[in-house]
């Protein structure tokens, strides 16, 4: 069984830092797609960036130059790292995963995702 667990919320100051992390146990397929979505309240969840085992990263327009995904070396731990950030980058943070490749522009297609955390909230203050 696939377990998602995300952990490194909390609340900041606008213009400051804070970094993700993502434990994925049981996962077993040979290939992934790992990803950061975010949903405030009263939005849509939407993507914010992406790891493919094959196709390498992507980021959503809003967060490209701020944020940084990167994964540890045996690759079960998945990290974002949120720097510069803006009081609309506040909502409730989701790690996900996939077997399933991401390219194109399915990317942050979120029923492309079979793995989902629970969720960690980021509050960013003005």
């Known amino acids: 069984q696939v377990q998602v667990v995300e952990s490194g919320g909390g609340s900041v100051q606008a213009g400051g830092s804070l970094r993700l992390s993502c434990a994925v146990s049981g996962y077993t397929y040979s290939r992934y797609c790992m990803g950061w979505f975010r949903q405030a309240p009263g939005k849509e969840r939407e993507g914010v960036a992406a790891i493919d085992s094959d196709y390498g990263t992507k980021y959503a327009d809003s967060v490209k130059g701020r944020f940084i995904i990167s994964q540890d070396n045996a690759k079960d731990i998945l990290f974002l790292q949120m720097n510069t950030l803006k009081p609309e980058d506040t909502a409730m943070y989701y790690c996900?995963?996939?077997?399933?490749?991401?390219?194109?522009?399915?990317?942050?297609?979120?029923?492309?995702?079979?793995?989902w955390g629970q969720g960690t909230q980021v509050t960013v203050s003005s």
């Open positions: 996900a995963a996939t077997s399933s490749y991401c390219s194109g522009d399915n990317w942050f297609w979120v029923w492309r995702y079979n793995y």
